[in-house]
């Protein structure tokens, strides 16, 4: 039977149009689907138009109340990114990002890089979400009894231009927002902080694009649109087939996309620092520390104790991390085959590199070349 699928994604928005990359992709597959796209900021004309042509089903954000209600309307099976509405009718599902689990992947990103110093700048307003990720950065640092600075744009400029050259050299600083990062990159020239030396800038949203242009090119948090436009198109053909289906999901897997703004480690232990800098040179290589502690004129005691000293666990367990972040990284942005980054990663082969990861991340090497 052909589905006739409303989908309503303002393409204004970056990760909108990778979630409608996402659903169209899906639908490519799965069909016959009929796609009615509404991308225009101000939906309510096209929804009305979607249902005189027939809709059976929709994928929407639920960001407007009207929207949402004039969709339960329709009474055909519906899945609604981040909806505020409790109201729930049959046949629904709602999407929902886990803001505070983006806060915590930045406090992690900046303690496995052996930051000291943190902060965080929201945006002009209050908006839910960004008081979600401030919160989960702040409770992530608070279980390693560190403090965060905060500051806000709504302050005016000249409050932030005193905020940011208040920051000790060395602060790790989480902009809740790509658009918020551009503008603090952009003091930071005016001010003449170097960046990534000084103050280590983080984004989230990771429109390549925009931070590729920016200067440092911007790391920042991948929220994984088109993964979750191919969940939303799933979830909404199990709807159409009579499935039962959660009527609430969280969606939870951001990943960093690293560039320049963070792309250094900050090692006050030069003895650690010369070891790290040996092992990261070729991660394919295994470690072999008595070698390397002979190499650099050093006991391997003397390594394994600086080691848990500066990372609070032992170098082996810090390289395994360092061998797992660069795993991420490849998987990501390069199109080399899962055992090709396996082994220029230290590991045995794809199938190893797969048991490794899901201990540590709980996914698959897979979900994140997705």
């Known amino acids: 039977m052909l ?58 954000i639920g960001r407007k109340d009207a929207w949402a209600r004039e969709i339960f309307r329709w009474k055909v ?3 609604l990114f981040n909806c505020a509405l409790r109201n ?33 700048i929201g945006s002009t307003e209050h908006e839910d979400w960004n008081e979600a990720r401030l919160d989960g950065f702040r409770r992530r640092l608070a279980q390693e009894n560190r403090k965060v ?15 940011l050259l208040s920051l000790p050299n060395g602060t790790a600083l989480f902009a809740a927002h790509d658009r918020v990062a551009q503008r603090i990159l952009g003091l930071c020239l005016e001010l003449g902080i170097t960046v990534p030396e000084r103050l280590a800038v983080l984004g989230v949203a990771d429109d390549r694009i925009v931070c590729e242009a920016m200067t440092p090119p911007l790391s920042s948090i991948s929220l994984d649109g088109v993964n979750t436009g191919r969940l939303a198109a799933q979830l909404l053909d199990e709807l159409l087939h009579g499935e039962k289906v959660d009527r609430v999901l969280k969606l939870d897997y951001p990943r960093v996309v690293t560039r320049q703004s963070t792309d250094t480690n900050v090692i006050g232990d030069i003895v650690i620092s010369r070891t790290l800098a040996k092992i990261t040179a070729d991660l394919s290589h295994p470690v072999k520390l008595k070698e390397l502690a002979a190499e650099l004129g050093y006991s391997t005691r003397t390594l394994e104790m600086k080691a848990q000293q500066v990372f609070g666990c032992t170098l082996r367990e810090k390289v395994n991390r360092i061998r797992l972040n660069e795993a991420v990284r490849m998987l990501s942005n390069t199109s080399l085959p899962i055992q090709e980054v396996a082994e220029r990663c230290g590991f045995c082969g794809a199938s190893h590199l797969g048991l490794k990861m899901k201990k540590a991340f709980g996914y698959a090497p897979s979900v994140f070349r997705h």
């Open 77 to 79: 099976p519906a899945v």
């Open 3 to 60: 589905a006739k699928v409303c989908v309503v994604l303002p393409t204004s928005n970056h990760l909108h149009r990778q979630m409608l990359e996402g659903v169209v992709d899906y639908a490519k597959g799965c069909g016959p689907w009929q796609l009615f796209l509404v991308t225009d900021d101000d939906g309510g004309l096209g929804l009305r138009q979607a249902r005189a042509w027939g809709a059976t089903g929709v994928i929407a």
């Open 149 to 163: 600075r905060i500051g806000r744009f709504a302050d005016g400029i000249p409050a932030m231009r005193r905020f």
């Open 88 to 120: 729930q009718p049959p046949r629904t599902v709602y999407l929902q990002r886990d803001q505070e689990r983006v806060g915590q992947t930045a406090a992690e990103y900046f303690l496995d890089r052996n930051y000291t110093s943190f902060a965080f």
